[in-house]
């Protein structure tokens, strides 16, 4: 019997008995619209026509309502089921169905139907399979430049923790234009953030991504607002600077129901502005440091800005 995500019980039963946590009134600088274009409807047709699943929809993104209504769409691929449980996550938990081998062209069809520029592709854990679901997204990627050879591409991988050397260097074999590991939040909240994932492995799989091909563009976010402090933030970039990452995202945790993790506070716009400032000033190539700033919102035109910006560095401009 197949299960109904609607449901939150089935669709987080990881989290069905954790206590209530009390969800805060948002403020103003944080509410977006409910989606109602045309744009919106078209992507959305496009999108169930194709079978394919978003984290836009899966993770209850805010801007999803801008970002559909433009053609924009960050892909997830490899089912809507993910094995891990991260408690600010809204992603289904549970056991993934099988690999679906149809699913690179599917999504690449949609890409080309869309006319997409810039194409986030990202995916579940899938800890089940020996790979982490590696040589899926290397099919994916190759596929899309096949039907869509114009488009530049961004992936968002998992951690691929359990998986040997070669499924990392399966995907940057692929050579997707830029790749994207978020560490979501500073290490001392990951054993109750991200209890199945580890710093350093985290940050060191985004180091060894320029190591093995130094042309790729490397990116990482973390949200704010889950009980951390600045100086833990400051030393989050620092720790990835020292990983040579290119590009920067901080965003405000929403949380996606009484189940997942607390919000600790709304950071206020003059804070993300703060950062924003420290992010330039470390080094980094990009910086998107807002309240609903998050991987893929704005990442086609963030990526042409982080491309021009690497080449006015080499003295290219």
């Not at 359990?162 to 990392?168: D, G, T």
């Not at 050579?175 to 991200?194: I, M």
């Not at 600077?241 to 996606?256: C, K, S, W």
Request: glycine content about 6%; overall charge neutral; proline content about 7%.
């Amino acid at each position: 019997m197949s299960r109904d995500l609607t449901l939150p019980e089935e669709r987080h039963p990881e989290k069905a008995h954790r206590k209530d946590n009390p969800q805060p009134k948002k403020p103003d600088w944080i509410r977006v619209k409910a989606p109602t274009s045309e744009g919106y409807k078209q992507t959305r047709d496009i999108l169930r026509d194709k079978k394919l699943v978003t984290v836009c929809e899966e993770a209850g993104c805010p801007n999803v309502g801008e970002c559909w209504s433009q053609g924009h769409a960050t892909m997830m691929i490899m089912g809507d089921i993910c094995t891990r449980g991260c408690s600010f996550c809204n992603i289904a938990t549970g056991k993934p169905k099988a690999l679906d081998t149809f699913e690179p062209g599917r999504v690449a069809h949609a890409v080309a139907e869309l006319g997409l520029k810039h194409v986030v592709v990202t995916s579940v854990d899938r800890d089940d399979l020996e790979d982490g679901g590696a040589d899926h997204f290397a099919m994916t990627i190759r596929a899309i430049r096949h039907r869509a050879p114009n488009t530049t591409i961004e992936v968002l991988t998992p951690d691929f923790l359990k998986c040997p050397p070669s499924a990392l260097e399966a995907v940057v074999a692929a050579r997707p234009d830029v790749f994207n590991h978020n560490l979501e939040t500073v290490p001392g909240l990951y054993p109750e953030v991200r209890p199945g994932a580890r710093y350093f492995h985290s940050l060191r799989l985004l180091q060894k991504v320029r190591e093995l091909d130094p042309t790729l563009f490397t990116k990482s976010g973390i949200m704010v607002g889950l009980g951390e402090d600045r100086q833990a933030v400051l030393q989050v970039m620092d720790d990835m600077r020292a990983a040579d990452v290119d590009f920067l995202t901080i965003g405000q945790y929403l949380q996606p129901s009484p189940k997942h993790h607390r919000i600790d506070r709304f950071v206020t716009p003059d804070e993300f502005k703060s950062y924003e400032t420290a992010a330039w000033g470390k080094g980094f190539s990009m910086v998107s440091a807002t309240p609903l700033t998050r991987s893929s919102y704005h990442a086609g035109d963030d990526f042409a800005r982080l491309r021009a910006n690497r080449l006015e560095k080499l003295g290219q401009a």
